[in-house]
């Protein structure tokens, strides 16, 4: 059996019409259902539906032989797996982002709100400056409206959560899409399935889905 | 002994194998104290692949490692004769500190080192041991391997900044040809040395094959007579000897050519070399030539070797046996002792694994159970 993890969430909307039409479309919506693992005996795949972070970890360690996931996310897990190809899809850009007329202090150190605390830690070192970053899980653009941070790194799309809370984009560190992943391992072994899957998505993505 | 081998877990087994394997080729068992001083093992971080070293103070002050890797300290310590080779093996832990999960780990490796004036035979027996040492673990295995100056020589000769070559070899190591592609744009590269960049992010193929797909880049990547075409040609010379070795045997159709096996330069300069069973999805063997890390320790000879991680195979085996024990015999007061003793002889030259006791212990599995009664043995009810 073949298996290939899949994000749950906004990038499943994204991967649904990539998938389609091709030898591995997925046999229900991962929208609509709510089974974690879809299985396609007579194609030999398996799909398990994971949250978008969790996918990395199911390829690294083998339970998936493929697996689509955000350039973010995988960044940031810092997973060892083979990064096979850029889909072009789901299309962001992690960035730093500050209430409009902020001015940074630069006499202290920048508290800093994001879930990316590899990518962020990694970003500042990289230009030498101090942060005290702050680990939040979720509605990130509320930190520096309540003073819990002077600025934060998140992730963009069209912009408009932030325009909404009075916050604007002021470095752009990371553009991020889906990339096909492949366990180390895996292709080894099913070298002839993950080659095959690769050129599938990759006509896809260069026809623009 | 394959009965014996058959009913221990899968490490243990691999362990008893892979020593019984390196000793029929001659190599001696090494054992080392499992500490070192620090300031040893500082000079050579890049050869520990980022991992970090366990420290404490000892009794007098000193700076202390738990010792993080067997090949440093094999180099350092092993009386090394110029004209012939010095064969070792090891079954040792070693320990680090994992950065990515900020855990200690104690790390199970058994392995081997060659040290000497080296060739190509020498070589080849090297990678014979490691395609036997995945054969003894797995019948399904696949040794990928590749040579530290390949891949280097094509990084070197590029027009870009060194920054930008890290990040290029980072690429290559993740068979990742569009962030490559972007970056070779970038450095405004030229069609023939994207067009090799692509083929490199892209060669995981059998020897022969894969050095066919390589050797046209060597013109109009490198010109005639530099130094650095004349290292890519040289590595894929030592690739073809290996195919020439093995193309006639079993091993043949598990040995593949992958140039996302990138090894320091600064330590590794030849075959380098990763191994994997089917059962394990993470790599189960590394190692390769060394020669650039001997000069290092101003040990001018030429060294090669690796270890297989043994540690990796316990999750990924079953150890769980129907039975504890085949028979139990269970006797009585009135049992003598020396039909116990001769049921017991006769049980175990059969092979049979066994437990005698006067009840059945709780949670005991034996596939049967012997009662001695009424002067004879008698299988009673599991």
């Known amino acids: ?209 | 002994m394959e009965n014996y081998l058959s009913a221990l877990p899968k490490e243990e087994a691999a362990t008893l194998q892979l020593s019984a394997l390196y000793e029929s080729f001659g190599y001696k068992k090494y054992r080392n104290t499992r500490f070192e001083e620090y300031s040893f093992y500082h000079d050579y971080q890049g050869f520990l692949a980022g991992e970090g070293v366990i420290t404490f103070n000892s009794a007098d002050g000193k700076l202390m490692a738990l010792k993080p890797d067997m090949t440093l300290s094999i180099l350092k310590n092993v009386e090394i004769h110029p004209d012939s080779l010095s064969r070792i093996y090891y079954n040792e832990n070693v320990y680090r500190f994992q950065q990515s999960t900020r855990e200690y780990k104690e790390i199970h490796q058994c392995g081997l080192e060659m040290i000497g004036p080296m060739d190509a035979f020498a070589v080849g027996e090297i990678v014979l041991l490691a395609l036997q040492s995945l054969a003894a673990v797995d019948e399904d295995y696949v040794l990928t391997l590749s040579h530290a100056d390949l891949v280097a020589s094509v990084l070197l000769t590029l027009p870009v900044e060194p920054r930008v070559r890290e990040q290029m070899a980072v690429c290559l190591q993740k068979k990742n040809l569009h962030d490559l592609q972007q970056l070779a744009e970038q450095a405004g590269l030229s069609g023939a040395q994207s067009r090799a960049l692509e083929v490199l992010s892209d060669t995981a193929d059998p020897l022969q094959e894969a050095a066919e797909r390589l050797a046209p880049l060597k013109e109009p990547l490198f010109g005639p007579n530099t130094e650095a075409g004349a290292r890519f040609l040289q590595a894929l010379e030592e690739v073809r000897t290996l195919h020439e070795m093995f193309k006639d045997t079993e091993y043949r159709d598990h040995l593949v050519l992958d140039t996302s096996i990138l090894n320091p330069v600064d330590y590794y300069s030849g075959i380098v070399m990763q191994g994997y069973v089917r059962a394990v999805p993470h790599m189960v063997l590394a190692g390769g030539r060394y020669d650039r890390l001997a000069e290092k320790l101003r040990k001018n000879v030429g060294a090669m070797g690796f270890a297989v991680y043994l540690d990796r195979l316990r999750a990924y085996y079953k150890t769980q046996k129907p039975y504890d024990v085949d028979t139990l015999l269970l006797y009585g007061t009135d049992t003598p002792v020396t039909e116990l003793m001769e049921k017991r002889a006769a049980l175990q030259k059969e092979g049979r694994s066994l437990r005698t006791e006067k009840h059945v212990p709780k949670g005991l599995r034996a596939r049967r159970q012997l009662r001695y009664t009424n002067g004879q043995w008698e299988e009673c009810h599991v």
Do not use: W
């Open chain 1, 1 to 209: 059996m073949f298996s290939i993890a899949l994000p749950t969430g906004r990038l499943a909307k994204d991967i649904v019409p990539l998938l389609a039409g091709t030898p591995y479309e997925l046999p229900a919506d991962p929208g609509k259902t709510r089974k974690l693992i879809l299985e396609v005996p007579e194609r030999g795949l398996r799909y398990i539906l994971v949250k978008p972070s969790d996918v990395g970890v199911y390829v690294a360690r083998g339970v998936c032989d493929v697996g689509i996931i955000g350039k973010d996310v995988l960044a940031e897990e810092d997973c060892d797996v083979f990064e096979l190809l850029d889909l072009k899809t789901g299309a962001c850009t992690l960035c730093v982002a500050a209430p409009a007329d902020y001015e940074e202090d630069t006499g202290r150190a920048l508290r800093v709100a994001t879930k990316y605390t590899r990518l962020t830690r990694e970003f500042y070192q990289s230009i030498h400056r101090e942060t005290e970053i702050i680990k939040l899980h979720g509605s990130i653009e509320v930190a520096p409206l309540l003073a819990l941070s002077d600025v934060i790194v998140d992730l963009v799309q069209t912009g408009t959560t932030l325009r909404e809370n009075n916050l604007e984009v002021i470095r752009e560190i990371l553009p991020s899409s889906a990339r096909l992943i492949a366990n180390k391992a895996s292709y080894r072994f099913k070298q002839k399935e993950i080659r095959a899957i690769t050129d599938v998505l990759r006509e896809k993505t260069e026809q623009g889905l």
